[in-house]
C-alpha cells in the first residue's frame, strides 16, 4: 500500500492554520473558551481537510481482484453440441466463481466473423446468428478471433487481474492473432484455451490450394490442392478458369487429410483465376467443394529451332509445340550475328547443323547472349556434329559443357570405295573423286586397312584391300584410273563383299560413288547380306542423272548415309566426313544402346530408367571440368550423352545422339519422348527478365499486402519512387500510395473482409499489371479437428493454461494489480462537514458559563 499526491503545491497553504489560532486570541465572540477552541478546531480541520482534498492524493493498494471474460465460438465451423458443451461449463465456472467471490467482474463475449456481447450465460442461447455481417447478430461465415479477443479485452474492468477463457476449435480465418496476442502479452492479459470440436458432417472437402505468383502459359504448371475426406471414396478434381475446363483429374480419397499436385495448363498470357472443384459422390455438403487462387501467366517460352535436316524437323517441332512453347524454325545462315538478335527468344537450339552452314559471327553472338545475356542454348547431335570440321575451337565449343573431341584409339578398321568410272564421270567428277579418295586414305591410321575398286560395266581393284601405312603406292594407284564404259554397280558391290569378307577388321565400311544408271538386279538382297555380316555402306550419288532412288535405297539397307549433290567439289568433304564416322574416334553408331543415369534432374521427372529405349549412335565427346553429366552411354569407357551446365549467366545443354529417325528411331515412338524434351527445354530457358517488376499482393490477417520491386535497365535499385496502385473492390476503386521498405522495395497494405475480393493494378512504365486477390468462399465448411496446437500457443504465449480446471482459471498465480482510490472526496466531504460543525458552534451556545 502507498499514498501519491497528484498536486504538492496546496501544502504551501498548511502554514496559514497558525492564523486562525492566533485570530482565536483576539475573537470577540462572547461564547466559553473550550466552545472557541471547539469552534477553531472545526474550522482547522474544515482548512486542512481542503488543502490536503487539493492535493487530490491517491491510495494504492495491491491485491488480486479477478475479472474473467469468456469468449466462445458460435462459428460454421463449430458442431453446435460443442457449443451447447461450452455454455454449460461456462455457467459452471461463473456458479463456482461466484460461490467462491473469486471474480469481480464477468464479461461475456460470442464471435464468429465479428463478436457480441451477451449479460448473462443463458443468453449465448439466445443470440441472433447469420450467415454474414447483420447489425446486432454474430456472423457465423468466418472466425476472427483477434476481433474477439480486442472485444473482450475492451469490457475487462480496469484494475483487475484479467482473464481470458476462449472456446475455440483454434481454426481463425480472419483477424491478425500473432498481432493481438502481442497486444495481450503488453497489457499482461492470460488466456485460457479450451477445444470445441468440429462438425462431424461426413463427406469430403477442399482446405487448401496453392499455386506460383507466376506461370508460363502453354507449360503445365504445380497446383496443389488439399484435401480432408472423412471416407475413403472415388472423386474427380477439376480445374476451371471461367468457362474454360483446364483438367479433369480422378483420384482416390484415402481418408484424413491428403495433399494431391495437379498440372494444368493455361493457354493464354494475363491474370488467371483458377477455381477447383471436388467431385465425390453423395456428399451432404457441396459448399465446402471449391477452391480458389489467382496468378499470372506469363507469354510461351519462344524457341529459336535450326535444324541441319529440314525434312526431318517435325519430330522435335511436333513435341516442343505439343509442349507449349512457341517454336519458330530457322535455317542455319538466318542466325542474328548480333547477341540482340536473340532477345525475343528464350532458347535457341541447334540440332544436327554442319557448323561450316553458321556464320563465325552468328556464333560468337549466339555464345554472348547465352554468357551475357543469360539465354539458353541446347545442341543436338547428329551426323553434321562431329569431326575436325565440326565445332571445334569455335564460340559453340566455348558454350558448351563438353569438348567436340574425344580421346579415343582408332577402331580397326577396313574401308573400301566403290568408285563409278563410267564415261559420266569424266572430267571434274572423276577429279573430285579421286582427289576424295586420297583424303580419305590420308586421314587412316597406318595399321587401318583401305581399298579402291573402280567399276564401269566391269570392274577391277586399282588398290586391293591393305594396310593404308602404304600411302604413297595407294595415292599413285588412285591417280591412274581412267574413266570408260557404262555403269554396273552390282558385279562391284559383290566383289567389294566378298573382299571384305576376308579381312578380319573390327568395323567394315564401303563408300560407293556414282553419277548415272545402272542395270536391275537384286540390291536389297546383297546389301542385306552384307549389312548381316556388319558392313555398312554409304552411297554417294553425283549430279541428276545418278539412280539416287537405288542409291537411296542401298544406304538404307546398309545402315549407311545417303548423300546426293549436284556439285561434284564437295565429294572430297563427304569422304572425309565418312572416313572420319567409320574411325569412331568422334562418332559412335550401329550398336544399339540404352542411355545410363548418372543423375536425375527435373528434366528427367516422370521418366522410368527402365522405360527408356535404346539409341544407336551418338557424338563422342569429352566432359568439361564443370560438366554436370545427366546420361552417359555405360560400359568401360561411357561418354556423355547428355551434359548440362551454367554458362555465365545462361546455361547449355548438349545431347549426344539426335532427336530424328536416324538414332532415335526408338525415341520416337516412345512416350516419354516428348515429356523430356519439353521439360529439358523448359530447365535450359533464360530467366525470367531481371527488368520485370517483382509485383506480389497476398491475403494476410484480414489485410491486403502490396510489394512492388524495381530495377533499373542495368540492374540497380531504383529508390526513391513514388508509386501508387489502383484497388478495386466491388466496383469501387481507390488510390493507395505506395512506401519504401528496403532498396527498390515498395509496400502497402489496406483492409480486406474475408468476404471481399480485390483487383490491384500498378501502371508502370511500359504497361499495366494487375493482380487479383479471390476470397475463401468456404473457410468455415472446412470441418477439421480442433487445432489445439494453435489453441496451446495462444495460452502458453500468454501465460495462459490450455484446457484449464477453473480452479486453474480462478488461481491468481502471483498475478497482482494496484488499485487505486482517490481520497479527495473523503477529504472534500470531511471539509464540508468540519465548516457545518463550525457554523453550528458559531451560532448556538452549547457549553455554558456556569459549566
Known sequence: MSLSLTHSWPLLLLPAILLL??????????????????????????????????????????????????????????????????????EGAVAQAESLGDAEAVRLVAFGGNAVGAAEPDAFRTLRVADGLVAGAVDRSATDLAGALDRAVAALPPHHVPRIVVLSDGRDNAGDLDAAVERLELDGVRVYTRPAAARREDGAWIDRVNAPDTVRAGAPFEFDVRLFSRVAADATLRVTSGNLILLAEEVRLEGGLQEIRLLPIVDTAGVVDLQVELLVADDPVVANNIGQVSTVAQDKLRVLYVEGVPERSGYLLSALTEGGFDVEVTAPFNLPVSAFGYERFDVVILSDVDARMIDRGAMMSLESWVSLFGGGLVVVGGEAVFGEDGYQDTAIERAMPVWFKAEREPKDLALVIALDKSYSMVGDKMAMAKEASKAAVELLEDEQQFGLLAF????????????????????????????????????????????L?????????????????????????????????EITVSAVAVGDKADRELLSAIAEWGGGRFYFIADPTRVPEIFVDETQMAQGITLEEGEPFVPQWIKPVEALAGIEPDDMPELSGYVRTMPKDNAEIVLDSGGDEPDPILARWQYGLGKAVFFASDAKNRWAAEWLEWDGFGKLWTQLIRETSRADDF???????????????????????????RNAERPVVTIDIGGEERELSLHQVAPGTYEASTPLAAEDEMSITWRGDEAAIERHLLRDSNAEDRYLPPDTGRLRWLAETTGGVFDPSVQQLLDPAGQTVVRPTRLWPFLAALA????????LLRRVRIIRADT
Open 691 to 717: 527488368r520485370r517488376p517483382e509485383f506480389t499482393v497476398r491475403r494476410e490477417d484480414g489485410r491486403a499486402f502490396v510489394t512492388l520491386g524495381l530495377l533499373d535497365d542495368r540492374g540497380r535499385f
Open 456 to 499: 564401269d560395266y566391269h570392274f577391277y581393284w586399282p588398290v586391293p584391300v591393305q594396310l593404308a601405312s602404304r600411302r604413297d603406292s595407294i595415292v599413285d594407284r588412285i591417280a591412274s584410273i581412267e574413266a570408260s564404259s557404262p555403269t554396273n554397280i552390282y558385279p562391284a558391290l559383290e566383289d567389294v563383299y566378298l573382299a
Open 501 to 533: 569378307q576376308e579381312t578380319d577388321a573390327e568395323v567394315k565400311h564401303v563408300i560407293l560413288l556414282s553419277d548415272g544408271k545402272t542395270y536391275e538386279d537384286d540390291y536389297e538382297t546383297l546389301v542385306t547380306q552384307m549389312r548381316d555380316n
Open 832 to 839: 464540508l462537514m468540519s465548516y457545518l460543525v463550525n457554523m
Open 21 to 90: 489560532w492566533w485570530a482565536r486570541q483576539t475573537t470577540l465572540i462572547e461564547f466559553h473558551r473550550r466552545q472557541i477552541n471547539l469552534m477553531v478546531g472545526a474550522r482547522m480541520l474544515a482548512f486542512v481537510a481542503a488543502v490536503l482534498a487539493m492535493t487530490q492524493p491517491v491510495l494504492h493498494r495491491d491485491g488480486s481482484w479477478m475479472s474473467v471474460a469468456y469468449v466462445l465460438d458460435v462459428s460454421q465451423s463449430v458442431d453446435p453440441r460443442a457449443i451447447e458443451d461450452g455454455i454449460g461449463w461456462v
